[in-house]
């Protein structure tokens, strides 16, 4: 009766579909829209809304501090977004004070750092100041050299933008201020891995994260989703010569210390390397209270931070609450969070149970499944199948031409996730 | 089929599987851990590189501390990759003190 009483355990999955997690000392991402105004209208935005130019107001964000920081919610160490709308579109002035406000009821105990998503364009001098007097950490959205930046990232009047991008970078290196930059990854750029390295390895960036164009909240279509097949084959490409210019670059893709770094591969590096591999149920952005989002009126969501202002089917608004007037974390036994969380987690149940990648992803992403499916329980979307599947197969090619072989005698245990009566299936079976 | 019909040992097992099948059923069992739709080799063969990967690990920091892995990154060394139990952030949204 062992996997019986353990499947009674506080931390069994089967315990956890029907209690969802304590979101106590959980909270890593504080996402936090100060505004839902975007000065651009990229083609493939996924923010609603992006022409309201309100703003949130201190006293929102003060009550969402004081729930935030009074309940216990953040790790040790908690990394604050502004994000969500342009950030940059809202004065310094603002940010004074709320960094302040956030300050005055972070504890002690609490790390608590600023990070900024930018479009780049109102970058300039007086910024590059106050991040660098407010140790505030930047990253710039540029989608590569101009001919394909300009396709879709432009302005309202249908203009392209890479030129004033160039020019709040050139501010950042004035000031001698590291930076990461998103692309993100349409049809069309995949045909250009050299070109994109190459941008990107001399605009001097320290950190390039790959965001593919998804289908998920406000934008319905992608150029990566007409022919799938197409789109998989041209996405291992592309990750495969990016891999390769990476370790022509700097000698060997897992020990180097790089001048930049790719994201996408770092994460399968990292997985890999992690003490818990194999054992680990769940991510970020499929458990709750992990990552938090605040729109600038005061509502509130978890999961990933897509879902915010968004409704699903059969569950409705996703919004949990809004800080002025509910209780954050929700109840325990509020109904919409309930619900919410039973579908996601089924969703991870049906990854583990069905993924030979679940060690890596650890049951997906809700927003791309909701964006691609309609619905939260399901498994494969074409955004895990480029992202994470492909990538996988690419650092694994990598990784097995270059390292030296095993002896002989030496067969590893494979680790997958342990099953209830804590002893790896697996292994069990062979 | 008639349960009472087998012999004692089988007739053990049938009720068993039909108890554990029910539990599962009312959610007091989890699913099996790993179904045959997944790609074993697939599993195998991460793990294999896995391995060797922890090796090379160790055998670079004996020639090239400086160069170990990215636990020696000062980046990620302050930025909680290794917060285990615990995966940093995942995905697009990985964390921002990592870049």
Same mark, same amino acid.
């Given at each position: 009766?062992?996997g ?27 996402i ?12 493939y935005?996924?923010?609603?809304d ?19 920081f ?20 809202v ?9 302040d ?5 972070c ?7 600023h ?16 991040f ?7 990253g710039?959205?540029i ?56 941008f ?5 960036t ?5 965001n593919?164009?998804e ?13 799938v ?41 990292l ?17 709750p ?14 999961f990933s ?5 968004q ?5 409705g608004?996703?919004t ?5 007037n ?12 309930l ?18 990648y ?6 997906g ?23 994470q599947k ?7 090619a ?5 390292l ?8 590893p ?8 009566n804590?002893?790896n ?6 | ?27 007091? $069992? ?8 997944? &790609?074993? =080799?697939?599993i195998?063969r991460?793990? %294999?590189? *896995?391995?060797?990967?922890l ?20 980046? $990620?060394?302050?930025g ?5 139990? &615990?995966? =940093? ?5 990985? %964390?921002? *003190?990592?870049?």
């Amino acid at each position: 009766m062992n996997g019986l009483l353990a499947s009674l355990a506080p931390d069994s999955p089967a315990r956890q579909t029907a209690a969802p997690p304590d979101w106590k000392g959980q909270l890593q991402l504080l996402i936090v829209q100060p505004s839902p105004f975007c000065n651009l209208d990229c083609d493939y935005c996924y923010l609603p809304d992006r022409q309201n130019t309100r703003r949130m107001d201190l006293s929102t964000l003060e009550a969402a501090a004081t729930k935030i920081f009074a309940t216990g919610l953040p790790c040790p160490e908690l990394t604050v977004v502004w994000h969500a709308g342009e950030p940059l579109a809202v004065p310094r002035e603002w940010y004074l004070k709320a960094f302040d406000l956030l300050a005055k009821h972070c504890p002690e105990s609490v790390t608590l750092t600023h990070n900024i998503q930018t479009n780049g364009v109102l970058i300039d001098d007086g910024w590059v100041t106050f991040f660098q007097d407010h140790g505030v950490r930047v990253g710039v959205s540029i989608d590569g050299p101009d001919w394909l930046h300009d396709r879709h990232r432009r302005t309202r009047d249908n203009r392209g933008t890479h030129a004033r991008v160039m020019r709040g970078i050139e501010a950042l290196h004035r000031g001698d201020f590291p930076f990461h930059v998103i692309c993100v990854l349409t049809r069309e750029s995949l045909d250009h891995p050299d070109e994109l390295f190459d941008f990107f390895a001399n605009l001097g960036t320290i950190h390039l994260c790959l965001n593919i164009e998804e289908i998920e909240s406000a934008n319905r279509s992608s150029s990566l989703a007409g022919n799938v097949e197409d789109t998989e084959h041209a996405f291992r490409q592309f990750m495969a010569r990016m891999a390769e210019r990476l370790c022509s670059a700097n000698g060997s893709l897992a020990h180097s210390a790089p001048r930049m770094r790719i994201r996408e591969i770092d994460d399968i590096l990292l997985a890999l390397r992690h003490p818990g591999f194999g054992q680990q149920v769940g991510n970020s952005q499929n458990l709750p209270g992990q990552i938090l989002s605040i729109a600038w009126d005061g509502r509130f969501a978890t999961f990933s931070p897509e879902l915010l202002g968004q409704s699903a089917p059969g569950l409705g608004d996703l919004t949990l609450g809004n800080v002025l007037n509910d209780p954050l974390p929700p109840l325990p036994d509020d109904a919409r969070y309930l619900r919410q969380w039973s579908d996601i987690w089924q969703g991870i149940e049906n990854c583990r149970k069905s993924c030979a990648y679940f060690n890596f992803c650890r049951g997906g992403a809700p927003s791309n499944k909701l964006g691609e499916t309609g619905r939260f329980d399901t498994t494969e979307t074409l955004f895990c199948r480029l992202t994470q599947k492909a990538v996988t197969d690419v650092v694994l090619a990598a990784l097995d031409r270059d390292l030296p072989s095993l002896p002989q005698h030496v067969k590893p245990k494979p680790r997958f996730w342990l099953g209830e009566n804590g002893h790896n299936k697996m292994h069990n079976r062979s | 089929m008639n349960t009472f019909k087998l012999t004692s040992s089988k007739r053990c097992t049938e009720i068993s599987k039909r108890l554990f099948g029910l539990l599962a059923l009312i959610g007091l $069992l989890p699913a099996p851990a790993v179904e045959a739709a997944i &790609n074993i =080799p697939l599993i195998q063969r991460t793990e %294999d590189i *896995r391995q060797r990967l922890l090796d090379a690990d160790k055998a670079n920091t004996k020639s090239h501390p400086q160069q170990q892995g990215p636990d020696k990154n000062e980046n $990620l060394a302050s930025g909680g990759w290794y917060n285990f139990p &615990n995966f =940093p952030n995942w995905g697009k949204w990985r %964390d921002w *003190r990592n870049y």
